[in-house]
């Protein structure tokens, strides 16, 4: 087996430098929270290949369902073909999250897929063109989700982007800033009824797409009553509103999807990431009335809902139901805040503690002040725990945001461990002198 530095040089002398890295970091074997890389060292995983393992790395029952599939069908198109895997994943999700009286389904490959067909659908199912987003926002990497993705970094040089697309700010909310939820969120309801009438049209406007919490955004999490204001203005409008689960779903926040904190369903809503145990596979779900407003033909792809990703998404969803990962995600994350709350409390440099259930993250400013990303620190923070055994990634548009995805089955002495290694490398950090390097 290539040893890790030989893998990297490897990748720089053949894959595309558009492909980013985060670390020289390799793996080769994972099991549970547990990556081994090319070396033979392990590493605790607090970052579940962004948000994917939430059942685990390598889970056996999972394992178990894709070689037995591979065995039997491994693709024919559902354009060409009906089989009953497909229908059968369906079938599932519109149980596990209905959308109204009515519940359908679709399958796709992948997060930035299931967005597309999201705003496909809404603006069959409208006659509109307009679509609503939110600074901050993470939607993906093709053209019309990076139209959508408010970072400029993931494309630069990338234009012209989709036409009628309108982006709003996002109702943050910090903890420590002492303006209450409620504030944040009846501003921005007036923004968004103000954006009516001098930047597009309600009448215009097909869909309104928001992250319930931001992820690549920096976990903030939007207000419940700003959630619940959404609601009524799309429905007074007749605008499709879109909640994106890709990297929320699937018990990440404690509930199969986070729209259940907020008692409020959405109109559709994309789905990747976790469902597949690590197979590539999506979802779109929707309003079986709006759903249906759809021209045949239009939606869909060759490998969509492909037979041996079908099967890795329904043995990922009993694993999650039989392990109960929904309970294990709310102690995780109490866990997670707990530790966070409490080096804040030490740690002048901590501006925020944020996120819902097991999706959370701290965030860092110089001293303590968010107009001042301490992003240098981050970086430091991060490489720190990499030498030490711990595999943690940024978020955040201004790069100064550390968040936890670990794959909710992580044991607690794993977990704990791993808080361990990232408290030593904050302290250490911010009590080192400002010219110290080593």
Known sequence: MALSNDL???????????????SNM????ASGA????????????????????????????????????AGKLLHSSIHVSTYELYIELCEKLVELLPHGEQTKAMLVNSGAEAVENSIKIARQATGRDAVICFTGGFHGRTLLASTLTSKITYKVGCGPFVPEVYRLPYPIVRTRSGVREGQVAACELDRLRATFLDTVAANNVAAIILELVQGEGGFNVAP?????????????HGIVLIFDEVQTGFARTGRWGAFEHYGVTPDLSPWAKSMGGGLPISCVIGKAEVMDKVTPGTLGGTYGGNPVACAAALATIRRMEELDLNARAERIGTVIR????????????????????????IEFSEP????????????QIIDRCRDNGLLIIPAGVLGNVIRVLSPIVITDEELDRGLDI????????????ANTTA
């Open 338 to 361: 707990d530790r966070f709350e409490s080096i804040a409390l030490r740690v002048p440099e901590v501006s925020d503690v944020r996120g819902l259930g097991a999706m959370m993250a």
């Open 368 to 379: 303590g002040d968010p107009t001042r990303p301490a992003k240098a620190l981050v970086t």
């Open 34 to 69: 547990i990556i081994v890389d090319a070396d033979g060292r392990e590493f605790i995983d607090f970052v579940g290949g962004i948000g994917v393992m939430n059942v685990g790395h390598c889970d056996p029952v999972v394992v178990d369902a894709i070689r037995e599939q």
């Open 224 to 236: 419940k009553a700003y959630v619940q204001g959404l609601r009524e203005i799309c429905d007074e």
């Open 422 to 433: 990232f408290e030593d490398a904050v302290t250490t950090l911010v009590s080192r002198p």
């Open 8 to 22: 990297i040089a490897r990748r720089e002398r053949v894959v595309c430098p558009g492909v980013g890295r985060l």
């Open 26 to 29: 390799t793996a080769a074997s």
